[in-house]
C-alpha cells in the first residue's frame, strides 16, 4: 500500500526478480517484472509510472494464451482476465474495446477471423465473469498494425497479442 502520494516502503526476502502490480482507481492497472539480483546496497529505490485513464489509451495484455491457431483462451490467461475485470469494476464508466492481432503468416482473411475470434474470446470470458456486454467491444485486425517487424522470430511473437483499447 502506498500514501497519498503514491510514496510506499516494504521490506523483501531476497534480491531477486518481483512482479509489481498496481492498481488505483482512475489509472490502467501496471503490471511488469523488475530484477533486483544486480541492486547494490540494502536500501533500493524504484519509481513506477501509472497512466491516467483516458480515451484512447491502449494496453497490450501480455499474459493472454490461446491454443495454436484456435480462439480457445488457455488457462493460464486467467490471471491477466481477472486484471482486466477488476479494472472495468473498479471503474464502472469504462468501456472497452478489446483487439486482437496476428502476425503476418498466413492470408489476410484468415488472420481477420482467427484475430477477431481470439478478441471475442476475451469479451465472452469477461461477460460471463460480470462485466456487461455494452460495456466492450471486440475487433480483429489481423497483421495490420504491426508493433514489431514479422520477418524476425521474436518480432512475430510480439505481433500476436491481445490489446485493449480505452
Known amino acids: 500500500a502506498s500514501d497519498n502520494n503514491g510514496a510506499y516502503k516494504m521490506t523483501i526476502p531476497a534480491k531477486k526478480k518481483f512482479a509489481v502490480e498496481i492498481n488505483c482507481q482512475g489509472y490502467l492497472f501496471f503490471l511488469e517484472q523488475i530484477d533486483l539480483t544486480a541492486e547494490k ?23 493472454i494464451f490461446f491454443e495454436t491457431a484456435k480462439t480457445t483462451l488457455l488457462p493460464a490467461s486467467v490471471e491477466e482476465l481477472n486484471k482486466v475485470m477488476k479494472l472495468m469494476t473498479d471503474n464502472p464508466k469504462l468501456r472497452l474495446e478489446i483487439s486482437g492481432h496476428t502476425d503476418n503468416q498466413g492470408s489476410l482473411n484468415y488472420n481477420t477471423t482467427l484475430s477477431e475470434g481470439r478478441a471475442k474470446s476475451v469479451v465472452n470470458w469477461l461477460v460471463e465473469h460480470g462485466i456487461e456486454v455494452s460495456r466492450l467491444e471486440y475487433k480483429g485486425y489481423a497483421f495490420t498494425q504491426p508493433v514489431a517487424d514479422n520477418k524476425t522470430k521474436d518480432g512475430r511473437a510480439q505481433n500476436r497479442r491481445v490489446e485493449f483499447k480505452v
Not at 546496497?41 to 499474459?63: H, P, R, S, Y
Open 41 to 63: 546496497g540494502d536500501i533500493i529505490n524504484k519509481d513506477f509510472a501509472i497512466t491516467k485513464i483516458e480515451v484512447g489509451q491502449k494496453v497490450v495484455l501480455k499474459n
